[in-house]
């Protein structure tokens, strides 16, 4: 049976390093339902690895307390709290087969002899690893190592299964084929899984839920198309995907809306949770995809923001296009150019795009 996992309030400092008390995980609460796959996510240093080895018991909390299946194992040993753990860099017996790697966690747990082999096959097969029990660890691809390293957790049947940045050293192409392995393992097998990775397109193609943390806390949190189309703040927009921050001000309030001026442009957008007022200066967030460019505006259009393409990069499926509009420089993106037709450079554009695909955030 799946088991949950439930932080509640967790802490850690590390006292008296070279750079003074280091804050690495603050108040972090955060629950993982049975069977569910959370992805943290945020940049080098912000508290990934500690919350996890944390839950994993390698890390004392210094406040706060580790629930798993309902059970409080803040004070449990790590071999008794039934975790598999996925590293970075696979940390395989480099002195033993496949066979032997794989089989270590069950002769720990007294399992032997026909069950053993049974069960190391099985899970072999399902990393698609058959066949390979006598190859070392050296004479095996990153990508054939980490299936090693999957395999090795899995076969024990931990009640949960964290991975700590499992793809970081296999190359682009390895990586987007082992995360759908690994996501639909996690699915077939109904692991309650977290997943640790810096990579926003690794997060959202393989979560059911992402938690986005920054410097130690938790910036946001929610569904991957939650995170990307409704991003809580100028960080969590920039870190996942692209994003243009454009200038403007606040003409007026109106219920749960506001209307709000880019370029002498009005645009109506959801009126964010904090308190804005006519004449405040707001940043309007919008990603690339969605702004369409256009050489002349039609009738049904409203008014538009002008701009001059700054900048051409061709990239076969798609072309980005740098605008100077209002002082700044507007990201776009248009897919599919050999349909739609290319902008030059220095080309006067209007900028198409709609209050509902932005985001009012305070400056
Ligand atoms: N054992 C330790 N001693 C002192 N500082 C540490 C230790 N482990 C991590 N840190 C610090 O805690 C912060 C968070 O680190 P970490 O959890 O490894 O971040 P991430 O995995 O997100 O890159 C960093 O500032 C890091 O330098
Ligand atoms: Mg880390």
Redesign the pocket.
């Known amino acids: 049976m799946a088991k949950g996992i439930e932080l509640k309030g967790v802490s ?1 400092v ?1 006292r008296h ?1 070279e ?1 003074g008390d ?1 804050h ?2 603050k108040h972090l609460d955060l629950v993982v339902q049975p069977g569910e796959l959370v992805t943290l996510l ?10 996890l ?1 944390i839950i994993a018991g390698f ?1 004392n909390p210094t406040s706060g307390r580790v629930i798993i299946g309902g059970a409080d194992v803040t004070d449990s040993m790590p071999n008794k709290r039934n975790i598999g753990f996925v590293f970075q860099n696979y940390a395989l017996f480099p002195h033993m087969n496949v066979f032997e790697n794989v089989s270590y966690g069950l002769a720990i747990k007294g399992v032997s002899g026909a069950e053993k082999r049974e069960r190391v096959a099985h899970v072999l097969d399902l990393v698609g690893l058959q066949g390979m029990e006598k190859r070392f660890p050296n004479q095996l691809s990153g990508g054939e190592q980490q299936r090693v390293a999957l395999a090795r957790v899995i076969v024990t049947e931990p009640a949960v299964l964290l991975l ?2 499992p793809l970081s050293n296999l190359d682009a192409k390895r990586r987007v084929q082992m995360r759908s392995e690994i996501r639909r393992l996690q699915r077939s097998l109904n692991m309650t899984s977290l997943y ?1 990775t ?1 990579d926003q397109e690794e997060a959202l193609s393989i979560s059911d839920r992402v938690v986005v ?1 920054n410097s ?1 806390e938790v910036e946001q949190e929610g569904t991957p198309q939650e995170i990307y189309a409704r991003p809580a703040s100028l960080f969590v927009a920039d870190f996942i995907g692209k994003v243009n921050s454009l200038p403007a001000e606040v003409v007026r309030v109106a219920g749960d809306e506001a209307v709000v001026a880019f370029e002498s442009v009005e645009f109506t957008v959801a009126k964010p949770k904090a308190s804005i007022t006519a004449g405040q200066q707001v940043s309007l967030l919008i990603r690339p995809e969605a702004i369409d460019l256009c050489d002349d505006l039609g009738e049904e259009d409203a008014r538009a923001p002008r701009g001059r393409i700054a900048q051409v990069t061709y990239l076969g499926e798609k072309i980005e296009y740098d605008v100077e509009s209002g002082g700044v420089v507007v990201k776009t993106v248009s897919f599919d150019p050999a349909r739609r037709g290319v902008f030059e450079q220095n080309q006067n554009v209007y900028l198409r795009m709609q209050g509902g695909s932005m985001i009012l955030v305070e400056r």
Do not use: L, W
């Not at 945020?42 to 919350?51: D, N």
């Open positions: 850690k590390f390093t750079r280091v690495a995980v945020g940049p080098s240093g912000c508290g990934k690895t500690t919350a080895r890390e700590d940045e640790v810096h943390m130690g």
